[in-house]
């Protein structure tokens, strides 16, 4: 399983950007999927989770408001809206893919890594003026 992840890009604070996240080989429209990002000298943290349904999503705090997370099952794609971008949200932005289908988890296992057996190559989002 591959995972692509596109969308990022160079902004300015208080803009948008949409992030895509597509996959190659096995389908994902039954796995919950979650985006993390890892600033410089920062270690990887989690942002956003969406339950393989979709009617489950987890943010982190910093980001409740700001970033949505969503999924096409039909396309078999995620997405993270990203809108307010501070220069603080500035990361290489991963998406990443539990192997189990149609599973559900508690809050804090949707927001570790660990849950997580497939992962994306990353895109980079900058936030400056």
């Known amino acids: 399983v591959q995972l692509q992840a596109s969308g990022g890009g160079e902004v300015q604070p208080g803009a948008s950007l949409r992030l895509a996240c597509g996959t190659s080989?096995?389908?994902?429209?039954?796995?919950?999927m979650g985006w993390f990002r890892q600033a410089p000298g920062k270690e990887r943290e989690f942002v956003a989770a969406?339950?393989?349904?979709?009617?489950?999503?987890y943010y982190r705090d910093s980001v409740k408001g700001r970033f949505t997370i969503s999924r096409d099952n039909v396309k078999d794609t995620v997405y993270l809206q990203m809108d307010s971008l501070k220069p603080e949200d500035t990361a290489v932005y991963y998406c990443?893919?539990?192997?189990?289908?149609?599973?559900?988890?508690?809050?804090?296992?949707?927001?570790?890594?660990?849950?997580?057996?497939?992962w994306g190559q990353g895109t980079q989002v900058t936030v400056s003026s």
């Open positions: 969406i339950s393989w349904s979709g009617g489950i999503t």
């Open positions: 990443a893919a539990d192997k189990r289908r149609r599973t559900t988890y508690t809050e804090a296992r949707y927001m570790s890594s660990s849950l997580y057996a497939y």
């Open positions: 080989g096995r389908a994902l429209s039954e796995s919950v």
